[in-house]
Nanobody
């Protein structure tokens, strides 16, 4: 089963920016809606954003709308999450996955994720 590989996390100050990357190879990438999630201790995994297969449509959770931007490069089989104006509550492990919009479920195995820590 496909397992995405996330990277780009780190320690950043409040108000700072980070760009996360996700490599998700496989022959079906260009047909997949892709999504970013995050999970912090004692909280359930949260859907942040998703982007359709062509990149022409996106969705954002209210918690990140206006601050985060999801994008994809189908030629490189990559998905990105540009994060701006980061807040302490954005501290979490961030994951990407292919996403079934109708069921609201991730399709792939979960990767290791990438840790984002926002310091105040």
């Amino acid at each position: 089963q496909v397992q995405p590989v996330e990277s780009g996390g780190g320690l950043v100050q409040v108000g700072g920016s980070l760009r996360l990357s996700c490599a998700r190879s496989g022959p079906t990438f260009t047909y997949m809606t892709m999504a970013w999630f995050r999970q912090s201790p004692a909280k359930e995994r949260e859907l942040l954003a998703y982007i359709n297969s062509s990149g022409s449509a996106t969705y954002y959770a209210e918690s990140v709308k206006g601050r985060f931007t999801i994008s994809r490069d189908n030629a490189k089989e990559m998905v990105y999450l540009q994060m701006q104006d980061l807040k302490p509550e954005d501290t979490a492990v961030y994951y990407c996955n292919s996403y079934a919009v109708n069921s609201g479920r991730a399709r792939d195995s979960w990767g290791q994720g990438t840790q984002v820590t926002v310091s105040s």
